[in-house]
Every structure is written in C-alpha cells, then in structure tokens.
C-alpha cells in the first residue's frame, strides 16, 4: 500500500479532501481491495469509538490534578532539600567526631610520662637511629 494514499485515506475521515485528493483516493480504492479494506476496518473502528458512552472525570477534575502536582512537585528529591539534610547531619557527625578526638587525646595525655604529639596520638616517639635499626638488626642476626 501506498503511504500517501494511506494518508489521504485517515484524512478523509477527518476532513473533507481537495479534487485532485479525492480523484486519487476513488482510483486507489478501483485498484486495491487491501485498501477498500483498511478503508471498512477504520469506518467500524470509528463507529465503535463514537457508539462508546463518554465516561467523565467528575466535576473539579482539573482541579484536583494540577492539587496533585503541586504536592508531588513540593515533596519530590529537591537538591537544596538534600543538601541541607546533608549539612544538618554532618554537623552532628562532625561534633560527635570531634568528641572522640578530644577524649582519645586526653586519654593518651593521662597515660603517657610527656605531653607531646606523638602521645597525644598514642604513638612513641622514636628517633631515626631506632627505627632504621630494627630492619637492620632483622637482616644482620644470623637465622639457625
């Protein structure tokens, strides 16, 4: 089938058609039985569609929608929203962060002899000579 006679046959049904339009619409439907018979299939298709009762949305249909997008619309995933949640929760977890810190230091402060960085971190404060003599005394003992 024909796209264009195909086009003029939906538009027939919708609206009237030019002369030459119609001329070659009454031609293709002599010629083709596969178009007098889509040309039946959309006439019933449209009786059917017209015999339907028109079912009705109720009265403030309109209304109740454009309601609805307006809370849908409120409550979606605002990314100013999202960020403030994030800020209002790293805020607690930052304070909490930093009260672990400051016990874990006064703690390590308590126990060690000195008060120095490496205690407040609970580490020993070593000098070179002793942490590159470790490896070395590892490598020179003679294993049995």
């Known amino acids: 089938m024909d796209e264009k006679i195909l086009i003029l046959l939906h ?9 030459s339009e119609q ?11 596969e178009l ?23 009265p403030f249909f309109a209304e109740r929608v454009m309601q609805k997008l307006a809370v849908e619309t409120a409550s979606e995933d605002n990314p ?4 403030e949640s994030l800020v209002y929760l790293f ?13 874990l ?17 609970g580490a020993n404060e070593a000098g070179v000579e002793e942490v590159l003599e470790m490896p070395i005394e590892s490598i020179l003992e003679p294993t049995s």
């Open 80 to 83: 100013a929203l999202f960020f």
């Open 105 to 121: 230091v006064a703690y390590n402060w308590q126990s060690s002899d000195e008060i120095s960085l490496a205690s407040a971190f």
């Open 36 to 58: 007098r018979a889509e040309k039946e299939q959309i006439a019933t298709m449209r009786a059917g569609i017209a015999r339907a009762p028109a079912d009705s949305f109720g």
């Open 23 to 33: 001329d070659a619409l009454a031609e293709a439907l002599a010629a083709s039985p």
């Open 91 to 103: 805020r607690r977890v930052a304070l909490a962060g930093a009260v672990a810190v400051i016990v």
């Open 11 to 19: 538009r027939s049904f919708d609206g009237p058609l030019t002369d």
